[in-house]
Nanobody, 121 residues
Framework: QVQLVESGGGLVQPGGSLRLSCAAS????????MAWYRQGPGKQRELVAGINSGGATGYADAVKGRFTISRDSAKNTVYLQMNGLKPDDTAVYYC???????????????WGQGTQVTVSS
């Protein structure tokens, strides 16, 4: 019904930058929230940043001032600009979207397949 396709991961040196993208497609009436999560080696999945339909954003303390989340509502796409990357940022990054299929239906959460970000010299 709905697909979230992420792109933009890769290998980068400490201090470098990457930009992740996530495009949602399929049976979508409205998207109330899009977010990025990550799961590092041996760690639990954690929320990195989120943005709602009104443009309000929130960030994990570990990435504040370095990462910026934005969205293009017309394209159902969310971005994560990551600057000043550190080895601790190494993780699989997942896109998450909360959306409705119809005007009066319930909201559902969907996840992307994940994209690897590795920060290493």
């Amino acid at each position: 019904q709905v697909q979230l396709v992420e792109s933009g991961g890769g290998l980068v040196q400490p201090g470098g930058s990457l930009r992740l993208s996530c495009a949602a497609s399929g049976s979508i009436y409205s998207i109330s929230r899009m977010a990025w999560y990550r799961q590092g080696p041996g760690k639990q999945r954690e929320l990195v940043a989120g943005i709602n339909s009104g443009g309000a954003t929130g960030y994990a303390d570990a990435v504040k001032g370095r990462f910026t989340i934005s969205r293009d509502s017309a394209k159902n796409t969310v971005y994560l600009q990551m600057n000043g990357l550190k080895p601790d940022d190494t993780a699989v990054y997942y896109c998450q979207s909360r959306l409705r299929h119809t005007a009066w239906g319930p909201s559902y959460d969907y996840w992307g397949q994940g994209t690897q970000v590795t920060v290493s010299s």
